[in-house]
């Protein structure tokens, strides 16, 4: 008897029958359940020492290393797998979406089913976003782990001094890699990457890296194009980096990306995390490309103070540093593209969205914190 009475139920639901309000349906107590859920993570982001204690340092440990374990070993990029889907499935939804308006089929339960689709779909991706990974954008970090006091409240000649030491250790290891450059393949440089975090392990415990997971993208060619060095994926615990790069960035964004792994969620904590992993390797190439880069980050600041101490910086570059350079230049301006400018557009807003006002430019403030490091333990 109850088995009729819920196949009538769902046979009257199919038709369109059903009476009772949306919300005190299965399905939509399930939803009220989910939105809730969504409000509490956004809400937690309030509580930094919440966050760090028992997310950063707790939950989000076990979190990641599982996915890591779990994916980790997959020859391809799952994250980019399951991305395309997801794209698939939206732009399908939206072609029946603008067919049904077009021949004049809309209705009323269409329209509720339509946004319940969306409300579904963007409430379980908002969740898993920030219970897997996303609320490490509200943690503490490593400026307290460190007891590090970063701030913006630095003066030029400070920020002149900091860019000298680079440019110094720049052409220094320049000149101990020779040339040309002799560039490793993907796997001798994951291996690197990982051996330079086991460096810095001994040095600071909560720096270690265990379950190796760093991939390169199934879209590897267009990451030029789209202009990205990397990316983390925190539906799979997978680090991303564009192999396609000209061969000296990569040491530096594979340990960048190995950074944000470890829960260091900002671009420019990031950047410095990376730096600390990268210049604890003894090979000369994970030295140049940290010092390269952060050589930029810190004379394109000091450009907007000074322009002529920053042009003055650049003159004493080494002369392979500058071939460096501009085949740098070369390779980002023959890949200069709207889509491209499009999408880091639209991750600009995205850091943004996620404490981090200063989008793009958060990736510079790297400089910041090297002061910071460079003032408490005179490095």
């Known amino acids: 008897m109850q088995a009729k009475k819920r196949t009538q139920k769902a046979k009257m639901r199919k038709s369109g029958k059903d009476q009772r309000p949306y919300l005190k349906t299965r399905s939509g107590k399930c939803l009220i359940a989910l939105l809730l859920f969504c409000i509490l993570l956004s ?8 966050i760090e204690h028992y997310y950063a340092l707790g939950l989000y440990p076990v979190i990641a290393g599982g ?38 089929r809309w209705s009323k339960p269409y329209g509720f089913k339509s946004l319940y689709t969306v409300l579904w779909t963007g409430g379980i991706i908002y969740a898993l976003f920030y219970l897997f990974w996303g609320l490490n954008y509200s943690r503490l970090g490593i400026a307290n782990q460190l007891g590090l006091s970063v701030t913006k409240d630095y003066n030029t000649e400070e920020l002149q001094s900091l860019t000298q030491n680079l440019l ?83 040491p530096y964004v594979t340990c960048h990306e190995m950074a944000h792994q470890l829960g260091y969620a900002s671009e ?8 600390l992993a990268a210049t604890a390797s003894p090979d000369p190439l994970f030295q140049y490309s940290t010092h390269l880069e952060l050589f930029r980050y810190a004379n394109s600041e000091l450009w907007y103070r000074d322009s002529n101490m920053a042009r003055s910086n650049y003159k ?26 499009f999408t880091t557009k639209i991750y600009g807003l995205f850091l943004k969205a996620n404490q981090q006002p200063q989008g793009l430019d958060t990736y510079d403030q790297v400089t910041a914190w090297l002061l910071a490091y460079q003032k408490k333990f005179k490095k």
């Open 268 to 275: 420019d904590e990031a950047n410095f995390v990376g730096f």
């Open 43 to 50: 809400m937690l982001s309030r509580f930094p020492a919440f």
């Open 168 to 250: 110094k250790k720049t052409n220094q290891d320049r000149r101990r890699l020779g040339s040309p450059i002799e560039l490793p393949n993907a796997k001798t440089l994951f291996n690197g990457a990982v051996q330079a975090y086991q460096q810095i392990d001994k040095k600071y415990s909560f720096l270690a890296y265990r379950h190796r997971s760093i991939k390169v993208p199934i879209y590897n060619a267009l990451g030029g194009y789209l202009q990205y060095t990397g990316y983390y994926n925190p539906f799979t615990g997978e680090a991303q980096v564009n192999t396609a790069l000209p061969g000296i960035l990569l």
């Open 67 to 104: 996915l890591r374990i779990s994916f980790g070993w997959l020859p391809f990029s799952l994250g980019d797998l399951l991305y395309t889907l997801l794209g698939i499935f939206m732009l399908w939804r939206l072609i029946r979406f603008i067919r049904i308006l077009v021949k004049r």
């Open 316 to 341: 004493q570059l080494d002369t392979l540093v500058k071939q460096d350079l501009t085949h740098l230049q070369a390779f980002f301006e023959a890949h200069e593209n709207p889509i491209g400018r």
